[in-house]
């Protein structure tokens, strides 16, 4: 029986729709479990803009660190994405908040529910146990690095950086998750091609025989994009660099389904954020379709993670599968098979999914 | 009836054995169309650093120059991807080629032969009648950019860089192939993050208005990644950086069944190089059993793009589609369908598609 402060930080979009639902089953599970769950809210991306003219008011990062986990929904705005010279962007509010926290680890679980191996456009028998754990780093590369324009702005240049001791911080939690798996790592980087993929090399090299149990490969991100659509099986722990890690976490997302089915937990030196993997989604914001099931499963991970508590969150995901065992949906994880009947809007399947808690 | 000099640059590990049946190849269709193909060949990569210490020696550089197109293999070896720190590599040679001969655009037609439906580990519903045409960017980004250490080699950094005239001239291309087409072009970036990407967009946005028949869309390259197995359909044109290019069509490979069927050219300011997307595979290299399609399908666009000869270039596709039919495969393109005296090595697939010259 524990007191636990949570944020909930819902940004745009359907952040909000989802993180809502989110904080439902949280709250279920208080009650259920007996533990006191407090809630306060901030604000961060377009909203945060719209409303202080910044991307994350210092309020929302003082908010941030005081609770115990933040429940995150998702930052961005079409209007932004449509002019490439805007100086303010929703994006820099969850750049700041990642490296003012030092969420250097993100963790994005693969793992398909049984129930939507229909729903995937991958083949069900590559699918069927495909289980991979993404750790994508979360602080560095050319997210980070110096940024700008020269010659009168015709020329655009991007710094991409990694310290040997940001590569190993992040190796050394895939390598220890690794130990709790499948024992394989498999590290993804660009070295035959890029100095910051020479060092990660490197590095991962370097403290491998202190993992002597772990089996290392080494993959090129190219073969990797190819790799886990033909078979994501091989896969266990993947570790890579922040760019990377986007792109092939995103891609992965066919693989777990679809991507309104997948959590991530960003962890390091203090509170832990955690949040779909989806974006914002401004075509079904509003209209109450978006699918909730990975800000519950973002909820599971945070009950996990951050607070220790193993037994809530296997009930979180254990209700999500009975929902799904109960043949409801959501509109982008249901194939032809589904009727009409079974596919609900954002706040129905929430509802199911807190009459199995 | 045309007198063309061709340029055979075999490089490492398979190149060897697939050029070698690209080659026959053309020399069929010289024989058949009544043209004169005189051939020669030069070293890169790893055979050319054990050689002549350099991975692109002056001399290939030259007879590049002065052919009137490349038939290229592939570079690369392990030895040097397990050591991250080897001054010299095969890589180099690759990539001072695409500089020295201004390859700025790099073509990847991703079409799925019916017969190998059953191949791709995407379903057959999903896939059938995709048709994506790629545009890579190859002399720019951060393959191109400084590269170092700095704090005593603790800290490695890579600088990426796009000027206006670099993204003008490939969207351009990119622009003029979609109207030939299906007139629809996606432009793929990371906008809401990186300054390259920005800029890359804002030169989109200006110039297409002179292309009013086209129909453009942005998207992010972590959400192309997923779109593109999602549903590839909704593909027609695609244009991007050179890093991205790389990982997207590396992927967009399943799409056409197997890496071993892509074909690419690589053209711009002089003689066009022509190559399969794969990689030198040294894990198979000398057993005889590489794919030699990418191959011979490069020799296809060669035919088409740097020599204008559309029958002729139309007779080598037909052929390949002619050996699928009859039911030949390589391994790597093998469905659990195929007999298996129906699978063929390198040489004997390649002796089957000149059956149908
Ligand atoms: C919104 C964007 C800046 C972000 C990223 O690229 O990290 C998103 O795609 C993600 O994966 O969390
Ligand atoms: C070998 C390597 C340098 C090359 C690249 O990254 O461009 C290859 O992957 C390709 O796609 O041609």
Redesign the pocket.
Known sequence: MATKHILIVPGDGIGQEVTAVGKKVLDKIAAKFGHTFTYDEALIGHVAIEATGNPLPDESLEKMRKSDAVLFGA??HPKYDNDPSAKVRP?QG??KMRKELGLYANLRPIKLFDELLGASSIKPEILKGADILFFRELTGDI?FGEKGRKNDGDTAYDIAEYSRYEVERIARKAFEAARTRRKKLCSVDKANVIETSRLWREVIQKIAPEYPDVEVEHQFVDATAMLLIKDPRRFDVVVTANLFG?ILT?EASQIAGSMGMLASASVGDGTGVYEP?H?SAHDITGKGVANPLASILSAALLLDISFGMKAESEAVINAVDQVLKAGFRTRDIADQQIPADKILGTEAIGAEVLKHL
Chains 1, 2 share one sequence.
Request: hydrophobic share 40%.
């Open positions: 930052v961005g994006e969850l750049l997210y986007d995103d993997i974006g």
